[in-house]
């Protein structure tokens, strides 16, 4: 699979201000345009196909639809988007933070920083929102979160309790993906990666009333040889999952897209039974693929965590790739 073209994804003047454009995490289409979501806000976005490039961006708060634990104005790491069933569902990485180094700092303060982790509410939630058609936008949802989150479910599991308390970016837990197929969710695992093999659960949330979610009974766990690598989204396709797999740490690359037969699936999914789609490209301390969403004409569309100053247009958009499959 090679890239064939790229597309312009046009943003608003308070969408560029707040650098969503050049933080996107998450993306899927439908046939209103493209729901796009960035890792530094607690907003989903929406563009509409002018006929050239996607543009027309609308705004939707997160905290209009359902009761956020932290409020509306903490970001909630939103990394994957799914589309189904007249829902549109959005989860957060799950993800405990740890402080960066800034740039000439001294160097007792980044120790500091470096032994200082923060736990961000709003990051703990798996949101599902109904579509009004007529309006093309979302309607008041159901949300889990607060102690019924999935960490907290996870909490005397025997593979991934010991990387609770690890920030995402060491090997923590950090979900990164997400797809509904039926009653099934699965959601993608950036991290932990164990000893090679990266992680899938699935879940089946179901209502609980009062703008709750809840799980119905027990999740499962896949375990994906992915050379190491840890998910970074996941897109159903044509019966099957694409998974869009990179370093689980602060790196620049590999990324590839693998295609998983999940309906066939097995507790331990080898490397022999994922077909290997494509290799990404990536930059150096830039172009990070992180979403991707196949497209009416059965293409595969990948945007990018920072990308490259080649990426941003004089419109102030940025450029999304397209691939064919």
């Avoid at 209103?32 to 961006?57: C, F, K, P, V």
């Avoid at 959601?187 to 093999?197: A, F």
């Avoid at 992680?199 to 179901?206: A, D, G, H, N, W």
């Avoid at 998983?260 to 507790?267: I, M, S, V, Y």
């Amino acid at each position: 699979m090679g890239s064939v073209e790229q597309v312009e994804l046009r943003f608003e003047e308070h969408a560029r201000a707040s650098r969503t454009h050049t933080n996107l995490s998450a993306l899927r289409r439908d046939d209103t345009g493209l729901w796009l979501a960035g890792d530094e806000t607690a907003t989903i976005e929406h563009l509409a196909w002018t006929g050239s490039h996607y543009a027309d961006q609308r705004t939707f708060e997160l905290a209009d639809y359902v009761d956020l634990p932290a409020g509306r104005h903490d970001e909630a790491d939103i990394e994957g988007l799914a589309r189904a069933d007249g829902h549109l569902w959005a989860v957060g990485s799950h993800s405990l933070k740890r402080r960066r180094v800034k740039p000439g700092q001294d160097q007792d303060r980044s120790a500091r920083r470096l032994a200082t982790v923060v736990r961000e509410e709003n990051r703990f939630i798996l949101v599902r929102l109904p579509l009004d058609p007529a309006a093309n936008a979302p309607a008041r949802g159901a949300i889990l979160s607060g102690r019924d989150n999935l960490a907290a479910q996870l909490a005397r599991d025997e593979h991934l309790a010991p990387f609770l308390a690890l920030p995402g970016k060491d090997n923590g837990l950090d979900v990164e993906g997400i797809a509904v197929v039926g009653e099934r969710v699965y959601l993608g695992l950036r991290g932990p990666v164990l000893r090679g093999w990266a992680v899938v659960l699935e879940i089946r949330p179901v209502d609980a009333g009062g703008g709750r979610l809840r799980l119905d009974g027990p999740y499962r766990k896949h375990f994906l040889d992915l050379g190491g690598l840890g998910v970074r989204d996941l897109c159903p396709h044509g019966g099957d999952l694409l998974v869009l797999a990179g370093p689980t740490m602060s790196l620049d690359g590999p990324a590839r897209v693998l295609r998983w037969p999940a309906r066939r699936a097995r507790g331990v999914v080898p490397a022999s039974e994922l077909e290997r789609v494509a290799e990404l490209p990536y930059g150096e301390g830039c172009d990070h693929p992180e979403g991707m969403a196949v497209i009416e004409d059965g293409r595969l569309m990948v945007v990018y965590d920072s990308p490259s100053p080649a990426r941003i247009t004089p419109a102030g958009g940025v450029l999304a790739d397209v691939f064919t499959l």
